[in-house]
């Protein structure tokens, strides 16, 4: 098999591709032929060295693949070669074939464009679990998604919508713009050049949002608390921005509104069948047409380092996946 390997915790461009041994599933585990592979800003995080968790060196980054099974380890009855599924397993997923769990391989319904389904665990699992658990959004509240034509940020936008509500999209370009637009946002804030807290009030006549879904933090996150109303969420997802900001508490206390944090892996280790509940929900919404996940850049094996770096860069739409 081939794989993209980590040799040193640096800049995603020291990563090289290596032939390594085929895998064999041990009791309980599945041998993935990876058709593609999702790629996540925790991806580039991990090979810097810069995540919560730190693998073993060397290692194979990539957190999530989807492609069919080639091999049946011990105690498998559930899954069968050949069949199409889907799988976060954390690292590896950037090879030819993966191993994992059986039980973190998800079987796909007959003909699931596999490239779609390789973008589906981390980030719609975050959009849903934030969205449904974390946030509560309602019928008819107004969600403000902040860096929305990114891999989750596009995610949050169609999930709101799917969800019943109000979608207001913040993005940083026009191209970003007529994505978002295309993809259900009812209303879009240019804020590279477009006060946030203005238009923002100008939106809701002053009434401020009720649940902000924000994976980029930096700068944008103190005027966005600033417009949520009363009683409004908060959902801390992640700081693509860069920096991690620092907010006075006299701002929940005064908005009686919530700060939430959302970690959608700690959630999926601790209530799996809620995590799979909003999963079938996910590829109900797909199969209806209600959610159309957005691929826009496919990469091969060799081209990795690329596609990481162009997501660091903020200059993702949707989500890419590597194809080895």
Excluded at 95 to 112: D, E, K, M, Y
Aim: neutral net charge; contains cysteine; proline residues 8%.
């Amino acid at each position: 098999m081939r794989a993209l390997t980590c040799q040193e915790f640096d800049q995603p461009e020291t990563l090289t591709v290596q032939q390594k041994p085929d895998p064999v599933p041990g009791p309980g585990e599945v041998v993935i032929e990876v058709a593609a592979a999702g790629v996540n800003y925790p991806d580039a995080l991990m090979v810097m060295g810069q995540y919560q968790v730190r693998p073993p060196l060397p290692f194979v980054p990539g957190a999530e693949a989807a492609g069919t099974v080639s091999a049946v380890g011990e105690g498998v009855t559930h899954l069968k070669p050949g069949q199409a599924v889907v799988a976060f397993t954390g690292t590896g997923a950037f090879s030819t074939h993966l191993v994992a769990s059986a039980a973190q391989a998800i079987p796909l319904p007959p003909g699931f464009p596999l490239e779609v389904a390789a973008g589906l665990p981390l980030a719609y699992g975050t959009v849903l679990h934030a969205l449904i658990q974390r946030g509560n959004v309602q019928p008819g509240e107004t969600l403000l998604v902040l860096g929305a034509a990114g891999g989750v940020g596009l995610g949050a936008v169609m999930i709101g919508k799917a969800l019943g509500a109000k979608v207001i999209a913040a993005v940083s370009t026009e191209e970003k713009a007529e994505t978002v637009r295309q993809h259900g946002a009812d209303e879009v804030i240019r804020y590279d050049h477009e006060d946030l807290r203005e238009r923002l009030k100008a939106i809701t006549g002053k009434a401020g949002v009720d649940v902000v879904f924000d994976p980029v933090g930096d700068r944008y996150a103190e005027p966005a608390f600033r417009s949520l109303g009363w009683g409004g969420r908060y959902l801390v997802i992640g700081f693509a921005g860069g920096e991690i900001p620092q907010l006075a508490l006299n701002l929940p206390l005064l908005k009686g509104a919530s700060l939430v944090g959302v970690f959608w892996g700690e959630f999926a280790k601790r209530d799996p069948r809620a995590n799979a509940a909003n999963m079938a929900r996910l590829l109900g919404w797909i199969a209806e047409g209600q959610v159309k996940p957005l691929v826009s850049a496919r990469y091969p094996l060799e081209r990795g380092a690329e596609a990481m770096r162009a997501l660091l860069n903020r200059e993702v739409t949707g989500k890419v996946v590597i194809v080895p």
